[in-house]
């Protein structure tokens, strides 16, 4: 499966650009994480192809791209800033309004809001713990969540 050449780091630092500090928003680790595996799934259900190369793996408290993860467990449960350099021209419009839409619809939720959503679907649910949740698992299910709620 080929990608459009942005990493995980990429889709992580767009969506913690949309952050508004002065509103009260904030981006904990855990929430990014599934926000990068809302961004994966949603991707791969419209366009059959991964946003991003890295792997999803299932955690205790949902899916994970590890390398983000750990580039970011420093912050603990605490806010992640927003990126100070951030070069919005490397995501075409296809690629923004697919992100847009995904904060748009799960960036106003906790991050154990979040991981209680993930921990309810398949993808997750249905990968032992520590395993890679497979491009296919993400791929399947949300062709049928994302399209039948959004059409």
Not at 59 to 70: A, I, M
Not at 81 to 100: K, N
């Amino acid at each position: 499966m080929n990608y459009n050449g942005l990493s995980c780091y990429d889709i992580a630092r767009y969506f913690l650009a949309q952050i508004d500090e002065e509103a009260g928003d904030l981006i904990s680790n855990m929430k990014l994480q599934k926000l990068v595996y809302y961004a994966q799934g949603v991707n791969l259900a419209l366009h059959n192809r991964p946003l991003f190369p890295e792997s999803l793996e299932a955690w205790t408290y949902g899916p994970v791209v590890p390398e983000l993860f750990h580039t970011y467990k420093r912050y603990g449960t605490g806010a992640i800033p927003p990126p100070r350099d951030m070069d919005f021209s490397i995501y075409d419009s296809q690629t923004r309004e697919l992100l847009d839409e995904v904060y748009a619809v799960f960036g106003q939720f906790s991050a154990w809001m979040l991981s209680h959503k993930t921990h309810e679907e398949p993808p997750w649910k249905d990968t032992p713990i520590g395993h890679k949740i497979s491009p296919e698992a993400l791929r399947d299910y949300f062709k049928i969540q994302w399209i039948a709620s959004n059409g």
